[in-house]
């Protein structure tokens, strides 16, 4: 299978920055465009409720997201990856890049990590991973992140 353009959500987790490094390896050798995207979901979650943070707090955070999201990008060119965009949205993060992915037709892969939750953490907290897969109009290939090894 060829791919175009690759969406790479990331939360910077251990299993986005082994994403990153999949989607690079897929893009480094060719003109492929990769994405970077980050969904913060501060900005809908400090808004409900009896509970506020304040405008110059919310505001702390998301420049530290963006930022964070800059340094990926920088990442990402130093692992070798030729034309990186960025992404930074706000709101449900599996809806959001669903979204991206449906919005850009040259997206024709998600490149995605996990944080592989199993039995009642998975219930409780779900999968944004397995949100995307069902809703994504295109491929999505889920990276784990890598095991240290005894």
Known sequence: ???????????????????????????????KALVLAHVSELLPWSMRGDFQ???????GIVDSEQAELARWQVLAKELGAHEVAVRFLTGVPWDQIVT????????????????????????????????VVRHAPCTVLVVRPEEPRS
């Open 1 to 31: 299978m060829r791919f175009t353009k690759i969406l790479c959500p990331v939360d910077f987790s251990p299993g986005s920055r082994e994403a990153l490094r999949v989607a690079v390896e897929l893009v480094r050798d060719s003109s």
């Open 53 to 59: 943070l304040s405008p110059a707090i919310s505001q």
């Open 100 to 131: 991206v992915a449906r919005n850009d037709r040259a997206i024709d892969l998600v490149v995605m990590g996990t944080h592989g939750r199993t039995g009642l953490a998975h219930v409780l907290l779900g999968s944004v991973a397995e949100k």
